[in-house]
């Protein structure tokens, strides 16, 4: 089977969910025989040197990634407020990336075009007049429902009020896509229910993020020498700002209170400004670490503090798998099987919290034995062979 991969951004390096998610499929559709081609934007914000692919991208047959300018521009949102078209989505829509999908169109004769993303979806005319490739959505979130949490954590404005207008326009746009997919993978059961809620009746499956473990060597923790937190992230994605500011601001200073000595050190690249600006005593600012897998494993307690997004939260599933102790809202966690006291520690309350590194700092051997868990519930649920496995015979199933 020969599939088309879509990409909006180019999936490298691999240190953000969407990348990952994108190159272990990929490596297990080809482990699973299949032949895989990546069309990708190469825009502004997230551009990679033609000339230094990685190594990584050997299973890739083609590669080919178009230089694409979809920066925000005040301009453009302006006139976005007159036009019916989703501005989070038209800004992926692009003459130049067109122009290369007709191309990789006439030029192989695929089974399946693999959208990774709802942005890839003003494509699908395209695909339907010049190929009979099955269209695969693989919705790595529910767009519009990230946008709706932010809102809802929004103080009243001007900003709340141009957000709810946008989120408006992309939910419209994300319910009208529906009925024009062959398959919907979804990256959990939770985003699965909420689009047939939308109405979705076609072919679907859920198809999580995986991993291989073989990249995430276990270092055994130890909560109390020293007892610190990480948190590592986009930190130009909202749901992380977002996350971080009610943090520091709600949660850090009782902690503080209560463990003079914990340190959190925050890591990602892409912080804005004002982040930088934090004095907090206790909270390190590191910026972009070359390998994140280390990052994570040189703190016992990885911090989820979500309040907004969808899907599944890729670096909770790398702690995970790290055996650290994921500390994180029901947010965090949706889409994981895991159990609160299990597999994670549950926190949605700034109380909640300090009652949980009470309980670690009292009964540290609950460190080791949840890591433990929490990696054996990654290889149980989240390996990328089965998913390719399962997401292959979901396209086979269609002709």
């Not at 069309?39 to 230089?67: G, Q, R």
């Not at 709340?160 to 419209?172: E, G, I, S």
Request: proline share 6%; glycine share 6%; aromatic share 10%.
């Amino acid at each position: 089977m020969r599939i088309l991969q879509l990409c909006k951004k180019f999936p490298f390096p691999l240190k953000e969910g969407e990348a990952i998610a994108v190159y272990f499929l990929s490596r297990g559709l080809v482990e699973q025989g299949c032949t895989v081609d990546l069309l990708a934007m190469n825009t502004s914000k997230h551009f990679y040197a033609p000339s230094d692919w990685p190594a990584e991208f050997s299973h890739y047959t083609e590669i080919n990634a178009v230089k694409v300018d979809n920066k925000l521009s005040t301009i453009g949102a302006f006139q976005n407020l007159f036009s019916r078209e989703s501005y989070h989505v038209s800004r992926f829509d692009t003459p130049e990336f067109a122009a290369a999908l007709s191309e990789a169109l006439a030029r192989n004769n695929y089974d399946a075009i693999l959208l990774e993303t709802l942005y890839l979806a003003p494509y699908i005319p395209m695909i339907r007049s010049k190929s009979k490739a099955a269209v695969v959505m693989r919705s790595h979130n529910v767009e519009f429902a990230i946008w709706e949490r932010i809102i809802a954590n929004t103080a009243p404005g001007l900003k709340r009020q141009y957000l709810r207008h946008l989120t408006h326009k992309l939910r419209r746009f994300e319910i009208a896509q529906l009925k024009k997919y062959d398959l919907l993978a979804t990256v959990s059961a939770h985003d699965l229910a909420e689009f047939k809620r939308l109405g979705y009746q076609g072919y679907h499956l859920v198809a999580p993020i995986g991993l291989d473990l073989d990249r995430y060597p276990v270092q055994e923790p130890d909560v109390l020498q020293p007892l610190s937190l990480g948190f590592i992230g986009s930190l130009d994605w909202m749901p992380n700002q977002e996350a971080l500011e009610w943090f520091i601001q709600k949660v850090w200073p009782m902690l503080r209170r209560h463990f003079p000595e914990l340190v959190f050190e925050i890591a990602g690249r892409n912080a804005p400004a004002h982040f930088l600006k934090h004095k907090v005593p206790g909270i390190k600012f590191t910026g972009e670490v070359p390998d994140a897998a280390a990052f994570m494993a040189a703190h016992p307690i990885s911090l989820a503090p979500m309040r907004s997004g969808s899907g599944i939260k890729v670096k909770v599933l790398e702690a995970m798998a790290l055996e650290r102790v994921v500390l994180g809202t029901t947010i965090a966690l949706e889409g994981i099987p895991a159990q609160d006291g299990k597999e994670f520690f549950l926190a949605n309350t700034p109380e909640e919290y300090v009652q949980q590194l009470l309980g670690l700092r009292e009964n540290p051997h609950l460190a080791r034995k949840l890591g433990k868990a929490a990696r054996a519930l990654v290889k149980r649920e989240f390996d990328y062979r089965d998913v390719a496995k399962k997401l292959l015979a979901g396209i086979e199933r269609l002709d």
